[in-house]
């Protein structure tokens, strides 16, 4: 049995190139059946070997430095759990050809792996058909790297480069997933760099609430109200809101505990009383619709979309901002609008974190040891901090 190696960048740059026409082969030391394959050319690949019923499985996971060693081994311990299953991931590959469609491979991409892992399939589904269809009938082989630079660049001086640096990520996302599933092409976004984005601070300053509370409250589209409402209440992510379900709410406890959020744990979001009030009078509106079962289980639920709840309430946003007079104000600047009236009623940024279901790996310990109480004080306290600059 070869030693095995931690496996770190020095130790990898460190390695010599195999004899000519040799492969050697480094184990690591961190995760079972974790190799690195050298060529003779010097060429690095990780690889995980495996003996499953008297055979050896060996899957091909990326090349170094393209692949990290951090992703390497995430990647290993999936090809590790599938193997434990039963299941040989080579035989799960599908030798895409370079005669494949780009429309073709996005679809497998949301059907094969966006839809079955992805909490926000549905941004992908909505972003790729925005700024891709001219693409869905070329081959893959054929969209060239100058062409992702040059539609980039395009995305970035007609939808700035927020947008450009996210339709980046899904090109390269769905290319990684073509040579994962055995496209041989090199993926078209190698060495295209993100724009450099600059951490946004927007939020609703305390000129503008008065003005903001007034015209949200003129709003003649009482869901998308009190979505937006219940946004700036519980500073929660867009997509738990929209997908609020009336069984994850305590009345009495005033607390919605959300199932799974967007890194993947539950949350528990204590509600203020203001919240408590939405949610009743919303409650009463929803028994006046006439809705479907699969549609009555949601808060803000909708007669059109297909998931049955609201979906995108742009239109109802840009009224109430036009109505205010209040400009470059995004819906998700709502969220980080409770987080800054809390630090300005003084919570610490332990409370913000855990209030908001922010993920630090140097705060995670201290979150996990804090309870409610201090959340429900800090929320309240700059909930009745905004609703002091209403009456004003």
Sequence with gaps: MA????????????????????????????????????????????????KKDGRIIRVTLGKY?????????????????????????????NELKQETTFGTLFNEYMEKYSKKHKRSWKYDEREVNRFLPHWFTRKISTITNQEVRN??????????????????????????????????????????????EQSRERFIQPDELPKFFESLDQEENHLSRDYI????????????????????????????????????DSLTIHLPNLAIEVLEKRKEENEKLDLQDFQKQWVFPSLTSKSGHLEEPRKSWRKVLERAGIQNLRLHDIRRTLGSYQAISGASLQVIGKSLGHKSSTATEVYARMNLDPIKQSVDKAIDLMESYKKQ
Excluded: C
């Design 151 to 196: 539609l980039h660049e395009k995305v970035r001086s007609e939808n700035g480069l927020y947008q450009a640096n996210r339709i980046l990520e899904r090109i390269r996302a769905i290319y990684n997933k073509a040579i994962e599933w055995g496209y041989k092409n090199e993926n078209p976004t190698n060495g295209i760099k993100k724009f450099k």
């Design 229 to 264: 409402y219940i946004s700036l209440y519980t500073g929660a992510r867009k997509s738990n809101v929209l997908a609020m379900r009336w069984e994850e709410i305590n009345f009495t406890m005033k607390r919605w505990q959300i199932p799974k959020t967007k890194n993947g």
């Design 65 to 93: 430095p393209d692949l990290s060693i951090e992703n390497a081994r995430k990647k290993a311990h999936e090809v590790n759990a599938q193997i434990a299953q039963g299941i040989n991931p080579n035989e799960e590959k």
């Design 3 to 50: 030693n095995k190696h931690n496996f770190t960048k020095s130790f990898l740059s460190s390695l010599s190139p195999a004899k000519q026409g040799k492969r050697d082969y480094y184990r690591d030391a961190k995760v079972n059946g974790l190799e690195i394959m050298v060529t003779d050319k010097g060429s690095q690949s990780f690889k995980v070997t495996k």
